[in-house]
């Protein structure tokens, strides 16, 4: 969903996973936030003015105007921005000790693995231009084992942090809903089910999975030469 309110928040963002864990909180937090495309098919991302933002030429990246002490306040790397932003407005995050650490863990988790893994899972079974044997099983197999880890965990509780709604669930859900593509079979793992089921009901995260939903990649359409050198060709490794 496009915001084109006038709001301290500037969100650079693309519909992909990534954007939409911020999206979400976004719109669990109920503050107000503009959104500014990044066409990473088109290159947007290796734009000068937005590698100001983002050095690592990703999305996305938030600005916000009213910041700490009221300065600006830009932040990279979606696990960051969760964190930023549940400091900010003193939600999605525990306050006990135990309750803080278990959803940075799992947090964490998302960021160094579940997200990274399912990418390559993603990339070796959908958009590689040949079928590499090897890298399809390997980020394959890698993928169930980690939706079995998931399950397992949510074996212990509603949510990752136990019984509590925080940003780790916000940094997992947007991933699990593409379990298909990375060679998972949700109706083998109830746990991950039931914890999909619950958080798909909530008001704000229908809403923040609407995220630039009029750019999405209608059904069945491929990318173009130029789409793919930009997200996947030499351009992504050239010096900047």
Known sequence: MTKTTKTTIDLYAWPTPNAHKISIMLEET???YNTI?????QGDQFKPEFLKISPNNKMPALVDHDGPDGQTMTVFESGAILMYLAEKTGKFMPKDPEGYY????WLMWQMAGFGPMLGQAHHFRIYAPERVQYAYDRYTNEAQRLYKVLDNRLAQGAYLASDQYTIADMAVYPWALH???QGVDLSTLPNVQRWMDAIGARPAVQAGLKLLEEFKRPAGQTMTDQEREN??????????
């Open 30 to 32: 109920g503050l107000q």
């Open 37 to 41: 495309p990044v066409n990473i098919g």
């Open 102 to 105: 278990t959803t940075l863990q």
């Open 179 to 181: 379990a298909e593509k």
């Open 231 to 240: 997200m996947f060709g030499k351009k992504q490794y050239a010096a900047r």
